[in-house]
């Protein structure tokens, strides 16, 4: 309470004032914007490759003499054997002789001495206007390079739009954490920028980033100059840089990261040791702000902005400062900038060629790969990257099977990336196997999602895998393996999805989440507001996410026909039947030997339809069966099954568990039953027992997609008393019983074997890619 009161007294006027110092900027943008748009836009020039005989190095420097006596001869040492390299150190009014000590122990070095501190933005841009090589290399004094630094970064401007290429960065402290690589990411959330730097030892090569650091990147001297250099609205430091390469990438040019060109970074050697860390806070969360009313020109973005600033603003002071928001203190610095911030911002709105939203995604990998390369027209064999949210090995699980055999049909056909999220480290051993199959493969352990959120509309299912790791790997993968088909197993990973140009977005429903959480409503009559709110919010976020896919493929043709209902748009898109299947040929086909009065259970109970199976089976049908056949044995087979002491003691329960290989039980037991209530899509336990010839008992939603008539391929019964008698039936009558396996296993070869669905599977990715790529 002490603390919230000194806050407020110590903010209480900045407080108050807060409403204008958001509503005066937006007027403000309102009207430059508007008479900007009277104006146009200035002519942009066209593109041009610099000269790469030679570079320029720009450092910066105040009162630094004793980093520059460490760091320079490194520096040396990398600019020899090329006598067009060229050292230049702008010296912002130094007080401790480092000018006079370069010039006496350095005299190749050029030397500027400026009349006062210009800071970092200042020094450097006129550094770099003094250049004499058409790249300028800046780096911080605080900087120890690699002898062969420059040749990679000369090496990135491979081509005219090439604006920047950026070093990879360690600390001079090896055990510091890498705060800084130079491998940089941003994006926009709660109505500001984010940033950071990813370590990711699979980039070896040049590679796509946000910005490239002042203190460590190569740069295009007339694409800089261009573009302004660094804006001194920004002063005295930070974010100089990132705004340089946001208006870089909107202009329509590329920032590189060349991880080959290693540099050694005393992180903040310089600003640390001269300015407090609340002043460099101070500092950051002001520049944070100008940055937005300089380059955010979607007016969606700079709303969400103000409106988070202003409640920013007031929580900072109620709750504590917080990085990730500004303070009042940090307003009014911003505010008294706004002059200079309009400034900024008109030149910024001339040289913009593309949208904000646009130049945000630009510089993630996949993106990138899908908006500068030129790809074919038509992929033979295309590159596929296949996502699953679940491990795969050992298929455990319906999804499991259909995943499994999936990969090893298709990769056939393909060149597979496999991407797939494991629950732990030990997992990744079972998948061996289709390591060796694919081109390659990447596990990850669980990543963390996002599972709580207060009055989302997102649903659980969706957050629960929501993850920008994840969501880098999958992009990451798309540029390094030249990936032309992104495969999205469940639904839960649609979010994945991006509005490719040349990429196609391919997503399998495994099941139509809303419906499955429907039919669980229905069946408890509609009493549960938490899951009526979950069912309102899957429905509309499959419904958003679906028309982003360039095919959905669905488990059956009533799947499809039930989403159709929805969104009858989606007709085009939907493909039935090119995904649910099994490898027919791996089970044998027997009818007879089986041993008599036996019944099998089989399903993962991690899967909650699974669960409430079993439980009506137990309380409702298997007390019928009992009564009147005291001598039946029912099996049940899945992983993670309940304890044995959760059973009913009404006759003899065997619970087996997990079992490697369920085509021994398949081809043992006598009669198979699936009493499934809710859920959605084809169950593979039925696949499977059709191809095994042991007789299924089903529920109509159990054997959906497969058949809708009694007797058919199997024996259909919706109440207790029916399934308990159909159950029956099969066990007393053998003729019949077999009948039904005959029909049952000719309807799973002639309609769901695994390796005629992979082929047309593989046949529509080529498609796919064909239809979008002729747009």
Known sequence: MIALLTRLVRNLPLLLISPFLVAIPIVAIVVQDWLFRLGGRRRLEPDTQPALDGATIVIPNWNGRDLLEKYMPSILAATQGNPKHEIIVVDNASTDGSAAYLRQNFPSVRVLEMDRNYGFGGGLNRGIAEA??????????????????????????????????????????????????????????????????????????????????????????????????????????????????????????????????????????????????????????????????????????????FGFSLAGAWLSVLFGDSFERPNPLALWKAF???????????????????????????????????????????????????????????????????????????????????????????????????????????????????????????????????????????????????????????????????????????????????????????????????????YLRALRYELTMLPKMDRIQMCSQSNADY????????????????????????????????????????????????????????????????????????VIIGSDAPPRHSLPSIGTIEMVGFVEDVREALARYAVFICPILTGSGVRVKLLEAYAAGIPVVSTTVGAEGLTQFDGDTCLLADTPADFAARTVELLTDVDKAGAVAVRARKHVVENWDMETITAGLAKSYVEAVESKRER
């Open 132 to 305: 004499r090589n058409d790249v300028a290399v800046l780096l911080n004094s605080d900087m120890r390079v690699d002898p062969g630094f420059l040749a990679p970064l000369l090496a990135g401007f491979s081509d005219a739009t090439v604006f920047a290429v950026s070093c990879q960065i360690f600390f001079s402290d090896p055990a510091k954490v890498r705060e800084e690589t130079g491998l940089t990411q941003a994006w926009w959330e709660n109505g500001g920028l984010r940033v950071r730097h990813r370590i990711d030892e699979r980039v070896t090569s040049a590679f796509p980033c946000f910005y490239g650091g002042g203190g460590s990147t190569a740069v295009d001297r007339r694409k800089f100059l261009a573009l302004g250099g660094f804006d001194e609205l920004l002063a005295p430091f930070y974010l100089e840089d990132t705004d340089l390469g946001f208006m870089a990438w909107k202009r329509g040019w590329k920032v590189l990261y060349e991880p080959r060109s290693v540099v050694w970074h005393e992180h903040r050697g310089t600003i640390g040791k001269k300015f407090s860390q609340s002043y460099i806070q101070s500092i950051l969360k002001k520049n944070f702000l100008l940055f937005c009313w300089k380059n955010i020109h979607e007016w969606p973005r700079l709303a969400g902005h």
């Open 336 to 534: 008294v900038q706004l002059p200079g911030a309009l400034r900024s911002r008109w030149m910024a709105c001339e040289l913009a060629a593309i949208s904000d939203t646009e130049a945000f995604r630009r510089p993630m990998p996949g993106y990138f790969r899908d908006r500068f390369s030129v790809l074919p027209p038509k992929e033979v064999r295309p590159s596929v990257l296949f996502l699953s949210p679940y491990p795969v090995c050992p298929p455990i699980h319906g999804g499991g099977v259909f995943i499994y055999q999936t990969l090893k049909e298709l990769v056939k056909h393909a060149d597979v990336h496999l991407l797939v999220l494991l629950d732990e480290d030990w997992q990744e051993a079972a998948h061996e196997e289709l390591t060796a199959l694919c081109v390659s493969a990447e596990y990850l352990v669980r990543l963390e999602g996002c599972p709580k959120g207060l009055g989302s509309l997102t649903p659980y299912a969706v957050r629960e895998f929501s993850n920008d790791d994840l969501r880098w790997a999958i992009h990451r993968t798309i540029l390094l393996r030249e990936v032309d088909v992104v495969q999205l197993d469940y639904t839960n990973m649609a979010q994945y999805a991006e509005d490719f140009e040349q990429i196609a977005n391919i997503l399998f429903e495994h099941d139509v989440y809303f419906q499955s959480i429907g039919r669980s409503l229905a069946k408890d009559g509609w009493k549960r507001p938490a899951a009526c709110y979950e």
């Open 563 to 634: 989403l159709l209902e929805f969104a009858p748009a989606l007709a085009p898109r939907l493909q039935p039947g090119l995904r649910a299947g099994i490898d027919t040929k791996r089970y044998g086909f027997r009818v007879d030997g089986r041993e008599p009065g036996t019944l099998l259970f089989l399903g993962s109970f991690r899967h909650l339809p699974n669960r409430e199976a079993l439980d009506w089976f137990l309380r409702n049908v298997w007390p019928l069966i009992v009564a009147g056949h005291p001598a039946v044995r029912l």
